[in-house]
């Protein structure tokens, strides 16, 4: 990464090695090897970028894991050049010893693939805090074109999305914020979307 030492200008260069990257803070997504300029404020996640077939959950600071288990989930699903990202978390209650030999844990499995976000849970030994969680936001960045409709084809309920231009690159992105759809963290679910150029 290369800083700028011009008085007034902000910006950083950063090398992307081969694969599709996506900016964490507007969603915008490269085609690596490249340079990204990037201007701005200091803020590191500015210039951090998730490599595309990756999945990340994010949740606000907590002083334990039993206190993260009260905040909102925020889910960030980074597509690579086929389309495709998965991920497996795993959540326990942050306190009790031997959670793998007891089974007293949760496994979130999460798969993006032919425009389908599928997400089960192979294990559910743990119910406390994953049960009170809820996804606020559900972010799918690496977007090939607009997202015209989206569906819970579990459910086969149609929800409301918002498809944004991902910064000044040939992306999108689309945002499931939790008031269209309200999804618990214990929950499997299926959300297929279109897209406008299909």
Sequence with gaps: MRRSHLPGEEFRVSYLPA???????????????????????????????????????????????????KQKVRLIVVLDEAGKANSTRFFDDGITANTLDTQYYTLINYAAADRTLVVTLPQRGYRGGVMKMKYERILIYGLKGKVVSAVRSDRNEQVRVSSLAAGDTTYYKMILSETNAEIEVNQSFELRWELQDE
Excluded: M
Excluded at 29 to 53: D, H
């Design 19 to 69: 694969g599709t990257w996506c900016n964490w803070v507007d969603g915008s997504c490269y085609l690596g090897p490249t340079e990204v300029k990037v201007i701005g404020s200091n803020a590191p996640a500015r210039f951090t970028f998730l490599k595309g077939g990756t999945v990340v959950v994010t949740q606000n600071s907590a002083n334990t894991t039993h206190d993260s288990r």
